[in-house]
């Protein structure tokens, strides 16, 4: 099973930056989503964007309230994958988790990185994002 441990969180300013990191050890499946979710109390999971990392190339995708700030990257030969925040607004604080699915074939973007929580496996240990106004 596949382990993930994310880094990178702190506090920001609003319009600042800060890059998240998810690096995954143990069996890491290919052809499988790598997802940042956003959590903050009384809510759940909110999927911010994935990464499908699939065997004949990698597709990105972002939630609407994301889309031109946040750029999700990966780096193969360290099993990282990167959440890239720019512009950071006070409602993008919250606790920001690292998720993975069994491998997905197929479909579209609801299908390979869905935004159901549920349909993911593992996950990291969350890191905490602030962003005062």
């Known amino acids: 099973q596949v382990e993930l441990v994310e880094s990178g969180g702190g506090s920001v300013q609003a319009g600042g930056s800060l890059r998240l990191s998810c690096t995954a050890s143990?069996?890491?499946?290919?052809?499988?989503?790598r997802a940042w979710f956003r959590q903050v109390p009384g809510k759940e999971r909110e999927r911010v964007g994935g990464?499908?990392?699939?065997?004949?190339?990698?597709?990105?995708y972002y939630g609407d309230s994301v889309k031109g700030r946040f750029t999700i990257s990966q780096d193969n030969a360290k099993n990282t994958v990167y959440l890239e925040m720019n512009s950071l607004k006070a409602e993008d604080s919250g606790t920001y988790y690292c998720a993975s699915t069994r491998p997905r074939f197929g479909g579209d973007e609801m299908w390979l990185c869905p935004l159901d929580f549920h349909a993911y496996y593992t996950w990291g240990q969350g890191t905490q994002v602030t962003v005062s106004s």
């Open positions: 143990g069996y890491i499946p290919s052809n499988s989503c």
């Open positions: 990464i499908y990392l699939g065997s004949d190339g990698d597709r990105t």
